[in-house]
Nanobody
Framework: QVQLVESGGGLVQPGGSLRLSCAAS????????MDWYRQAPGKERELVARITSDGSTNYADSVKGRFTISRDNAKNTVYLQMNSLKPEDTAVYYC???????????????WGQGTQVTVSS
């Protein structure tokens, strides 16, 4: 039905930057809220940033001022620009979206497969 595909993860030195992308495809009528979560080893998955369909955003306190979430509704894509990265940002980052389906008009929750971000010197 709907697939979310993330890209842009990798290894970066402390203080560096990365840009994550997540493209949604499939039987999409519209997309509501889109989010980025992350999960570090031994820790629970946590919300990093959220953007609504009208562009309102909110962030975890730990990333405010360093990360920026944005979206391109024409491309069904959400981005996460990560600057001033720290070792504690190391985690698998997951994209999430609430999608209204063309098939039956229902709204369902979808997750990407995750992309590894490693911040290390």
């Amino acid at each position: 039905q709907v697939q979310l595909v993330e890209s842009g993860g990798g290894l970066v030195q402390p203080g560096g930057s990365l840009r994550l992308s997540c493209a949604a495809s499939g039987s999409i009528f519209s997309i509501g809220t889109m989010d980025w979560y992350r999960q570090a080893p031994g820790k629970e998955r946590e919300l990093v940033a959220r953007i609504t369909s009208d562009g309102s955003t909110n962030y975890a306190d730990s990333v405010k001022g360093r990360f920026t979430i944005s979206r391109d509704n024409a491309k069904n894509t959400v981005y996460l620009q990560m600057n001033s990265l720290k070792p504690e940002d190391t985690a698998v980052y997951y994209c999430h979206a609430n999608v209204r389906l063309t098939l039956d008009g229902s709204t369902r929750s979808y997750w990407g497969q995750g992309t590894q971000v490693t911040v290390s010197s």
